[in-house]
């Protein structure tokens, strides 16, 4: 029996890969094989609404406490600049390697015609252009606080923490016992993360059962070179690029990084949700990678929401893949306007299963694709989505130590 809980999680996630591999083989429908999927679901969903219970009030806490310290070493301004320009910088490389792939490996080449047109045949999306996507998101930034708790939209309770978070310092000794509460819900918070990840092992083993149990092998087979190449690229990001950002900009080996990480990097491949993934995500980088509690709650909720290299990357390559199918080439100034579309959309999609599918749309339409070529990516995206979301965690966690190096630890 494996003793600590990274191991147990290690060790869990390949049970949970090959029962999976199992069920998918024996059938859906054999008696056994329903009673097991059934029990998964059940597991699964519980262990994801649990980290779920907690994101709300953490993600306040955890904004707000962090600018409120953070005010008091006057490093606010230090850390805002450095954690964006690493974001964008991330996910500007993860957008490159993506587009550089597709144009490698050249997936959806010589699949064009009339299988493209009979796949995308009546599917309607909902169109949406980059002007209209920016005011969206613009105006989903400010929103009725209470709303925004109770819908947990992340994004609008960021950026209402952060103002309180200001205001409490700006009004100082006034407001010490608000501070006060809000640091011991914060601790409150972690202390109940601590519990339910004790479930950990066996709810990632559920949902692992689950999404391998479901997969269509026929779907896989004919966008094979497809997915191998976003899932094969996606891993260099996640397995080299960063590793190696993170030990040129802080010395720290990639070992010892993805043992500190490996609790939220298999939670986030399981769950599909960086959200749903943050609680876990704060704990590793406060707890096991030792970022001062003040950055990493700054950093990892907001790059929850914004900073997905995963998703810029599958965006990107997807767009070069669609225009394969449809049989139209882009011109280097459309791929640029891929390039800038892609960086808004994974900034925009929010951290929930299959988010980047929706943005995809604004994606394609900017450079005049048919949009309804989601239709042909949908079916895959339940398992691309695993290790995008994965490597969008992992650049959540890098960025929060690349930023403490950067600005120096507070204090
Ligand atoms: N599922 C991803 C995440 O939560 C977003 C996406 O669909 O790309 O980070």
């Known amino acids: 029996m494996p003793r600590s809980l990274n191991q147990q999680i290690f060790v869990a996630a390949l049970l949970g890969l090959a029962i999976g591999l199992g069920f998918g083989a024996t059938g859906p429908d054999a008696p056994g094989v329903k009673v097991g999927l059934y029990l998964a679901g059940l597991v699964g969903n519980v262990f994801v609404d649990l980290l779920k219970m907690v994101l709300v009030p953490l993600v306040f806490a955890s904004i707000a406490v962090g600018v409120a310290n953070l005010r008091q070493h006057s490093q606010l301004q230090r850390v805002w600049v450095a954690t964006l320009c690493f974001f964008v910088f991330s996910m500007a490389l993860a957008i490159a390697l993506g587009l550089a792939a597709a144009h490698l490996f050249q997936p959806g080449a010589g699949q064009s015609g009339t299988w493209f047109r009979d796949a995308t045949a009546g599917f309607a999306a909902k169109q949406m252009t980059p002007l209209e996507f920016a005011a969206s998101f613009l105006h989903g930034l400010f929103m009725n606080p209470f709303a925004a708790l109770a819908q947990a939209n992340i994004l609008a309770i960021v950026v209402f923490a952060l103002l309180l978070g200001i205001a409490l310092v700006v009004g ?32 990632i083993m559920a949902l692992l059962i689950q999404l391998v149990a479901t997969q269509n092998a026929a779907v896989l087979a004919t966008l094979a070179k497809f997915v191998a190449v976003v899932i094969g690229t996606t891993l260099l990001h996640g397995f080299v690029v960063l590793p190696l950002l993170l030990y040129g900009a802080t010395g720290m080996a990639p070992l010892t990084f993805f043992n500190g990480a490996r ?40 790059g929850a929401t914004m900073n997905m290299d995963g998703t810029a990357l ?19 100034t459309q791929q640029l306007i891929v390039c800038f579309t892609t960086m808004l959309a994974a900034m925009g999609a929010p951290g929930i299963p299959s ?14 694709l048919p949009a309804e070529a989601i239709a042909i990516l949908l079916p895959v995206d339940r398992l691309l989505d695993t290790v995008r979301t994965m490597v969008n965690v992992e650049g959540d966690m890098i960025g929060s130590l690349v930023v403490q190096r950067w600005v120096g630890r507070p204090g």
């Open 172 to 203: 100082g000794e006034r407001y010490r016992n608000i501070l006060l509460l809000l640091r011991e819900t914060l601790e409150l918070m972690l202390r109940l993360v601590g519990w339910i990840m004790r479930l950990a092992p066996l709810g």
């Open 263 to 302: 609790e939220a990097l298999l939670t986030a491949f399981a769950t599909s949700s960086s959200s749903a993934t943050m609680p876990v995500t704060l704990r590793c980088v406060e707890q096991h990678l030792h970022v001062d509690a003040e950055i990493a709650g700054f950093v990892v909720p907001l």
């Open 314 to 332: 599958y965006e990107a390559a997807a767009a070069l893949f669609v225009a394969n199918l449809a049989g139209i080439e882009l011109d280097l």
């Open 355 to 368: 988010a980047g599918m929706v943005t995809m749309v604004m994606v394609l339409q900017s450079v005049g």
